[in-house]
């Protein structure tokens, strides 16, 4: 059974970082990329970003870039979201999920697993 774990959220004040992390195991064999989502309070969710596990391709939302940074651990089976210069408006639930797609990647639709997500919250 596939099965994604977030860990790493917490509070912090504007300007500080976080990691979050993806504990993977047993993904689908032809699982292509492993995203990151995020969902504020009333608000839909929302992609953020994503990466190939063959070959370490990324793709990012414009509102992240230059401030989070997705990577892998193959050998540990996790991925992970480095997150600096946060803002009040990250604040939300950060998920992951993984993805069997090819080309379509930043859809929540494209991706079949998820897990239960971890609160991010951002003090202004």
């Known amino acids: 059974q596939v099965h994604l774990a977030e860990s790493g959220g917490g509070l912090v004040q504007t300007g500080g970082s976080l990691r979050l992390s993806c504990a993977t195991s047993?993904?689908?064999?032809?699982?292509?990329?492993v995203g990151w989502f995020r969902q504020a309070l009333g608000k839909e969710r929302q992609f953020i970003t994503t990466i190939q596990l063959n070959g370490g391709t990324t793709y990012y939302v414009d509102d992240v870039k230059g401030r989070f940074t997705i990577s892998r651990d193959i050998a540990a089976n996790t991925v992970y979201l480095q997150m600096n210069n946060l803002k009040p408006e990250d604040t939300a639930v950060y998920y992951c999920?993984?993805?069997?797609?090819?080309?379509?990647?930043?859809?929540?639709?494209?991706?079949?697993?998820w897990g239960q997500g971890t609160q991010v919250s951002v003090s202004s």
């Open positions: 999920a993984a993805s069997t797609r090819y080309n379509v990647y930043y859809s929540t639709t494209a991706y079949d697993y």
């Open positions: 047993r993904l689908h064999p032809k699982t292509n990329y």
